[in-house]
């Protein structure tokens, strides 16, 4: 069994920086791959990053990659989601979820999910 929470949600400029943290209570963290979703009302959850437990490999949506950094600390069980070059269209709530070992594509392949937090990115 794993907790999962969330934090670093807020409201952004344009061109904006946050950075997500995704700690994880349980055991054995390390056997992990751990992703962020986004999803806005109306539209299905989709996968952003994820970073595998099983060989270190990190896989980015195309609309993120060379803006969004995800980055694991297994010493505080925490995973982190660095945004850059925030765009409006960012505008989601992102969560954090789990599956043992390997990264998956889709949302229903993960065992685990966190509550969200809420990205607004707006002038």
């Known amino acids: 069994q794993l907790d999962l929470v969330e934090s670093g949600g807020a409201l952004v400029q344009p061109g904006g920086s946050l950075r997500l943290a995704c700690v994880v209570s349980?055991?054995?963290?390390?056997?992990?791959?751990i992703a962020w979703f986004r999803q806005v009302p109306g539209k299905e959850r989709e996968k952003v990053s994820c970073?595998?437990?099983?060989?270190?490999?990190?896989e980015y949506a195309e609309f993120v990659k060379g803006r969004f950094t995800i980055s694991r600390d297994n010493a505080k069980n925490t995973v982190y989601l660095q945004m850059i070059s925030l765009k409006p269209e960012d505008t989601a709530d992102y969560y954090c979820?789990?599956?043992?070992?390997?990264?998956?594509?889709?949302?229903?392949?993960?065992?685990?999910w966190g509550q969200g937090t809420q990205v607004t990115v707006s002038s």
């Open positions: 349980g055991r054995f963290f390390d056997d992990y791959s």
């Open positions: 979820a789990a599956v043992a070992i390997t990264c998956r594509e889709r949302a229903y392949q993960y065992d685990w």
């Open positions: 970073i595998s437990a099983s060989d270190g490999s990190i």
